[in-house]
């Protein structure tokens, strides 16, 4: 997919003479394009093209114009533009949003250089940044007019350019330099780049595009990283490059050129490089000179030197959506969606610069769009869109019922994404989708700011502007309500199913309805709920306020003030409320009431009062009440608003309310507190200390109001306000705390006052307080409070004086108190009197405590009496376990009857004898079976003995089949039947038929039931019933019914019975007779369709006879039906009876079935006669031609209807014609003026030349075709059609100038009629024609005839066709697929493009046919050695390779191919050092041999490409077995020793061949010590090599390095470390053969630290022999049983370096490049070629 630009339309014509586009740009919104030439004009253009407004420049000063406008930038609104100008001063010009306001300068910078490039970024809305000729780039400030320097250079500023979203600014100068600059950073100037010429056309997108006069387009990345560059320099078409312009998304730029072009690139999103898209060639553009893309990606503007304005439409592809909508994809992340009726816009883009890879809309106003990452949303009325992040399946179910939101439900979750917010506004977890259990509110009405919102209410306002609430179901019982700026939630449980809820428009209050119809608010502020409906059938707020309108069956309930719940308002009305309607000041609830509609109007001052409580507004509220009179509503609202006024301290609202409510004290005390807070003044007003305490005390805070006095020094005002209220105890305390000397008369005066007033329990607390306890107790007891005295003795410990005590004692009992008695006695340790005071006081507890301390044998009779005493009071439950401590069964077992605790009770009674217990459980079943717990109940009736009673529980509950199982489970048959049968009847009585029924039916008597339904006349059950159990008896039922109800004269009833008993007919002659003709006709048209009522009522006419009949059925328009059953009937005479006296217009219809029928009867004179009657004559005419009765036909034609003559004329002809009298058949043909006729006829018999003798004579104008038709029917036959035959056909199509048969003459010459150059003549013609004389047809003929050539294979006429059609590349195609290679080239010469196409078709054709010699000749070395290469021509290759001097590099590639070839066939693969074949060396096993001499011989390849290749062959050669070494023999050390110098030589160029190098230099090592022999030294330094090579496990088969490291060792006498090698080799194979690697133990090896483990085996065996495989066993077994040998590793410590062990440990020193082992010390290291090694082992 690529950015296609295509030509749009023109704006500005070229003028005479240089009339250059200095500057151009498109404004953000769209809406304007501004074009400046050298005449300093700037003109306006709108969307459309059209041009609008133009206004005139102004210079710097006053004097001649001689500046030219460098640049031009609208400002991110859109309502500025700034103008750079060469006399060294930018303008700002102020021009509004829409056309027609008034244009001005509204900032102007004067610099002292020429201005020379100016760009306006999207993020900076009054700065903008421009450059100028001495090398500054600066940015002008709108608000303070200055420019500030934002950097300098030395060099011209050539252009400046602005990323996509505004953040920063490129500038490129004269010098070549780039210089980038960020806003908001701290180094935000640095120069990234430099350019090799200088770089006139400069712009940012993605990257930063670079071009100038060296024919060069450059992309930098934005730290000046170089990403691509297209070299023009060899394209003698492209000359310098001189403007370039990015699409917003910047994935796509056109750069201008000097020569009639500008060239267009486009970043490849998979790839993320650039491409060059193509060149847009116009013919005399001449330089462009300035480009401009417009903000929305659609339209690019391209202006030139001679003053040409040219619009282009950009997009990569348009689709249409349900006939509605356009998609313009301007970019893959930025789509242009537009309304086609109304040309409505918006632009979808994604923020992120994902590929926007679906678009839906829904609702034909939101739009909805997935990307791989995010999610788009778009409103296109509002035109606001959100981005956010996204990852879903993509089955999201999408709701759009909230304009200000979307709401996306997907896998359990509901999402909520706000319209113009790019972020998730909340998401919460439901499965309940419905608009009616999901309320979101987003900001409908603010929330309220500065106080609490309620009294009463614990939260505190929100910021300004943000009220965002949404309330859901959690489950079917759960409502949450969400706050969606602050996450917090609230949860509402309920015990029924919600099934609607709804917030109001400010969020904090919730209606919700459950299943059961109640209606319930919450308060999300208090936390509070109330119902408000216990049945409601429709409710919703009144919209824009807290009103709610709800339907409690005929009553319409209004609550007017929400906020006081019991205030409703109720109005009667007489349907279902529809809707509630609030326009222009009134509001209205719609009712449908069946018939219409009514409208009952509310009170729109209580709705508007609501409003401004909530908005604060009191004054207003005031307002609205004053003009209500006093009600319940009106006096709750002025409450409401006296709460709100009092907490705000709005005291003259607080008054005004208090006197509505006729409160005068609070209005008078409010009055004083508000003058006293006038007094204050204003500044102070109610923060006066004396308001404060005034308001407290009216709060009843007076703890607030002394507080608030003390803290003024005011004790006196305190303890006054505390006597005014009578609270003289407070007084007293406030005057104690503050010393007051008063303080001790108002404590004596004030124990006066309570002695005298009687208060002797208060003046017992004073003296209490005081210390005096003995006068406390004195007046506690003289007040008749003993209980009091009883405390204080008990406190203070005053237990010595007995005779207080005994008076406390008799005083408590006095009065009743026999408990706190009690206690006293115990203290006075008289415990019987203690003990009859707790049961005189039925204190039990205390008595049966007393009891058990000390008079255990009454315990018994206590717990007894404790049980009597609670069954007295009524707690029966509390009653049971004193019974039981008491051991009464009985009477325990009663009190659970009594309290109904029967699980307990059962319990007790399974304790007693069965007899004792039956009454009791009895008494259990009837309860069980009164809460219809029926099984609880049948098995305690089973206990009872008593089953006859659950067998009557069950029937009572219809539950026939228990009741019928526990019958049969413990009654006989018999009684069983007999018990059923006398319920049944006792039911039956009752009139419980359908119980008596099952009944009947479980003892199997359903005729009982059936005579039953019969003697109560219920006969519908009857029938069912019979139908069920008696099908055979049920159409006998049914006549017997029908004929009984008949008697009885329910004629209704009776036709229903005869019509089910399939006896219709019976049910009409029932009508019939009763002579209820209607009924009969409708049961007979219902029964027996449309004919039966026709025969109903025919009848019921014959009934009436003559007029009568006639005038009935008129009357009760039957009358045609009757004719029609009587036409049917053959009574035609009748029917003209009835049709002549009611129905006259029926009569030619009568004749007209007449005359058929009598033709039927072959009556054809009478028939005539009828037809002529009906004025049918054509209907004659046709009768007697169908009888070929040819002279009664011409007669009747002639008389009646002489226009039919012609077609007896014809038919007759026609008849000729099926007897082959042609000649006679052509006569009337010419005689029906109908000879085309004739000439068909001819035609069809195939004689030509009567056909043409006829055309000749009567159609001369068909002759042309005629002769055609003759031609093809020649070629048809074989007999005809030659090339002169087709030319000469054509030609007379051409002479009639009929140019489109002529065309279709010559294209008549089918393949295989003709030769192919005959064709081809032929088909030249066609071609002629059609190019000369029928242009429309050219491209068609064109098409068609080159088709035709290809398939006879005229390739070449074909192509020389289609380059004369001006179809250059279907011409060069059609010529390259006949393989005319020389044609293809002639027909590309001078398009390079084609060229090029050509030369790779024809290169790929010589491929693809193996012809080396041909690609030879074309200089395609490479691609023939590709050929002979794919061809495994090897030794052709080299020596090509040879003779054509092919380079080293070229040469390692080809070895690197045969290696992967040899590599391939070995079966080698790179899986690690267990990869390995079994195969024999002769077969795969030698071409790796082959591969390293390849290598060796012609060159090793390098790069990353290739590692796996080597690292396949180095494995591959070292993981050779024993037997497959010795097979290949010297070849393999050879081919080790050769492998080694190819990675020693490549090692550099290909990473990670270090491992292989190594294993490959010590294996060439290990063969060398073991060729050469020699001494002992040699042998020790092979042992300890092979030591070494362990850690090489990865690269070499594991069992191959144990073997040969612990053979070396074996042999060289280090039978331990030789033992413990070896017992691992045999592990090795051991695990190789089952094909396990956990049967291997690590723990002998868990010290050898160089030595890695792996778990992949190799896949053979490094010795394939079992024998050999033996032998080491047996060694391993025996050195085991020798205990004097250590079999274990050497601590890692104890392995000294130098030693053969060390190999095994990892080190920090050097590691020999001999042996592999670590260098003990720096004595022993030589240094040579930057290796290390061991001097000993060197």
Known sequence: ITMQLTYLQTLMSAGEGIQKVTAMCFSPNDRRLAVCLLDRIVYLYDENGERREKFSTKPADKGPKNYVVRAMAFSPDSTRLAIAQSDNSVFVYKLGLEWGDKKSICNKFIQTSPITALVWPLSRSNEFVYGLAEGKVKIGVLKSNKPQSLYATDSYVVALASNPDGTGTVSAHLDGSIHRFMFGEASGHVKIAHHPCVPYALAWGTHVCVAGNDSTVVFYDNDGGMERTFDYSNDPKCKEFTAAAFNPTGEAVAVGNLTDSFYVFALNARTGTWDDVGVKQVPNLYSVTAMAWKADGSRVAVGALCGVLDVYDACIRRARYKGKFEFTYVSLSQVIVKRLATGARIILKSLYGCEITKINIFQDKYVVANTSQTLLLGDLETLKLSEVQWSSPGSEKFVFDNPAVCMVYSAGELSLIEYGSNEVLGSVRTEYMSGHLLSVRINERPP??????????????????????????????????????????????????????????????????????????????????????????????????????????????????IHAPDQVTVHAIRGDVEEIERVEGRTEVIVDEGISAASYLLDEALIQFGTAIDDRDYPKAIDILETLEMSPEAEGMWRQLSDHAMTHNRINIAERCAAALGDVARARFLRRVGKKAAEAGADVGLEHWEARSKMAMLNKDLRAAEDILLSQGQTEEAIAMYRKVHQFDEAIAVAESRKHEGAAQMREDYFSHLIATRQEEKAAQLKEQEGDFDKAIALYLKGGLPAKAATVIKQRNMLGDAPLLERVAAALTAAGLHDRAGEFFEEMDQLQRGLDAYIKGHAYRQAVELARRHFPSQVVELQEQWGDWLVAQKQVDMAINHYIEANASGKAIEAALSARQWQKAAQFVENLDPETARPYFKRIARHYEELTQLDEAEKYFVAAQAPKLAVEMYTKNSLWDKAHKLATSYMSEREVSMLYISQAQRMEAQGKLKEAEQL??????????????????????????????????????????????????????????????????????????????????????????????????????????????????????????????????????????????????????????????????????????????????????????????????????????????????????????????????????????????????????????????????????????????YQSAQAQRGTGGTKSDFLSNGRLWEKSQQWGNAVDAYLAAKKGLLPPEELEEVW???????????????????????????????????????????????????????????????????????????????????????????????????????????????????????????????????????????????????????????????????????????????????????????????????????????????????????????????????????????????????????????????????????????????????????????????????????????????????????????????????????????????????????????????????????????????????????????????????????????????????????????????
């Open 1324 to 1738: 030249e013609q066609a071609v002629r024609v059609s190019r000369k004389d029928l242009r429309q047809r050219y491209p068609e003929v064109v098409a068609e005839v080159s088709r035709r050539l290809r398939e006879v294979k005229r390739h070449e006429a074909a192509a020389e066709i289609l380059r004369e059609a001006q179809q250059l590349d279907a011409a060069v195609e059609c010529a390259m697929e006949g393989e005319c290679w020389e044609k293809a080239r002639e027909l590309a010469m001078g398009a390079r493009q084609l060229e090029e196409r050509v030369e790779a078709a024809f290169q790929t054709y010589l491929s693809g046919q193996g012809n080396t010699e041909g690609l030879l000749e074309l200089g395609h070395t490479n691609a023939a050695l590709d050929v002979l290469a794919k061809g495994k021509e090897w030794e052709r290759l080299w020596e090509m390779a040879a003779k054509e001097h092919v380079g080293p590099k070229e040469l390692a590639k080809y070895a690197a191919v045969k290696v992967q070839q040899l590599l391939d066939e070995s079966g080698a693969v790179s899986s690690g050092a267990g990869s390995g074949s079994s195969s024999s060396v002769s077969g795969g096993g030698r071409r790796l041999d082959d591969a390293v001499v390849t290598l060796k011989k012609y060159g090793a390849p390098v790069g990353a490409q290739y590692a796996d290749m080597y690292d396949t062959l180095t494995k591959g050669l070292l993981g050779r077995s024993s037997v497959q070494e010795s097979e290949v023999g010297a070849a393999h050390r050879e081919s080790v020793a050769a492998l080694r110098e190819v990675l020693l030589g490549v090692r550099q160029g290909v990473p990670g061949l270090e491992p292989l190098l190594m294993a490959t230099h010590h294996t060439h090592l290990l063969d060398l010590c073991k060729t050469l022999g020699g001494g002992r030294d040699l042998l020790e330094l092979r042992a300890k090599i092979a030591v070494a090579m362990l850690k090489f496990n990865a690269i070499v088969p594991a069992d191959k390095l144990f073997y040969v490291a612990g053979s070396a060792c074996r042999e060289q006498g280090h039978t331990n470390l030789g033992f413990v090698l070896l017992n691992r080799y045999v592990d090795l194979t051991e695990a190789i053969e089952e094909g396990d690697s956990s049967l291997l133990e690590n723990s002998d090896f868990a010290a050898a630290t160089a030595v890695p483990f792996s778990d992949n085996l190799p896949k053979q065996q490094y010795l394939p022999e079992e024998d050999a495989r033996e032998e080491v066993r047996d060694w391993v077994l025996s050195v085991c049983m020798d205990s004097s040998i250590d079999q274990a590793l050497p601590a890692e410590g104890k392995a000294t370096a130098g030693t053969i062990d060390a190999g095994l440990y990892s080190s920090d020193l050097p590691l020999c490049v001999i042996s592999g082992a670590p260098i003990a010390s720096r004595s022993e290291e030589l240094r040579i070629n930057g290796a290390v090694a061991n001097k000993r082992d060197w």
């Open 1000 to 1269: 009947y039916v479980k003892v199997n008597e359903p005729d009982l039931a059936i005579n039953m339904y019969k003697k109560q006349r219920k006969y519908d059950d009857m029938v069912r019933l019979v139908a069920k159990h008696r099908k055979e008896l049920l159409k006998e039922t049914h006549q017997f019914l029908a004929q009984h109800l008949e008697s009885e004269g329910n004629l209704r009833e009776a036709e229903h019975h005869y019509c089910e008993a399939n006896e219709w007919l019976s049910a009409v002659n029932m009508y019939r007779s009763n002579d209820m003709w209607e009924e009969a006709i409708r049961v007979a048209k219902l029964h027996g369709g449309a004919n039966a009522s026709k025969r109903v009522a025919y009848a019921w006419a014959l009934a009436l006879g003559g007029e009568a009949g006639a005038k009935l059925l008129t009357k009760l328009g039957l009358i045609e039906p009757a004719i029609d059953y009587a036409m049917e009937s053959g009574a035609y005479d009748h029917a003209f009876e009835l049709a002549r006296s009611s129905l006259q217009r029926k009569l030619p219809e009568i004749h007209l079935k007449h005359a058929l029928f009598l033709e039927d009867e072959e009556k054809y004179a009478e028939a005539e006669e009828e037809f002529v009657n009906a004025s049918k004559p054509r209907e004659a005419i046709d009768m007697y031609v169908h009888q070929q009765d040819w002279p009664n036909a011409m007669r009747v034609a002639e008389t009646y209807d002489p226009a039919a003559v012609p077609d007896v004329y014809a038919g007759e002809a026609k008849a000729c014609v099926e007897r082959r009298e042609f000649k006679r058949a052509e006569g009337l043909f010419v005689a029906a003026s109908k000879p085309e006729l004739a000439l068909t006829m001819w035609q069809d018999a195939g004689q030509w030349d009567e056909a043409l003798a006829l055309t000749k004579q009567h159609l001369p104008h068909k002759a042309a075709e005629v002769n055609m038709n």
């Open 448 to 561: 309220r700011q500065g106080a609490a919102d309620d009294p009463g209410t614990p939260r505190e306002d929100k910021a300004p502007g943000e009220n965002k609430q949404m309330a859901y179901l959690l489950d079917t019982q759960t409502v949450t309500i969400k706050d969606l700026c602050t996450s917090q939630s609230t949860t509402i449980n309920h015990d029924a199913k919600v099934d609607w809820l709804e917030l109001n428009s400010r969020g904090n209050l919730l209606l919700f309805r459950d299943k059961r119809r109640h209606l319930h608010l919450y308060d999300v502020d208090l936390q509070s709920r109330f119902t408000l409906l216990n049945f409601c059938t429709y409710v919703q707020w009144v919209p824009e306020s807290d009103v709610v309108v709800a339907q409690n069956r005929s009553n319409l309930c209004v609550w007017y003030n």
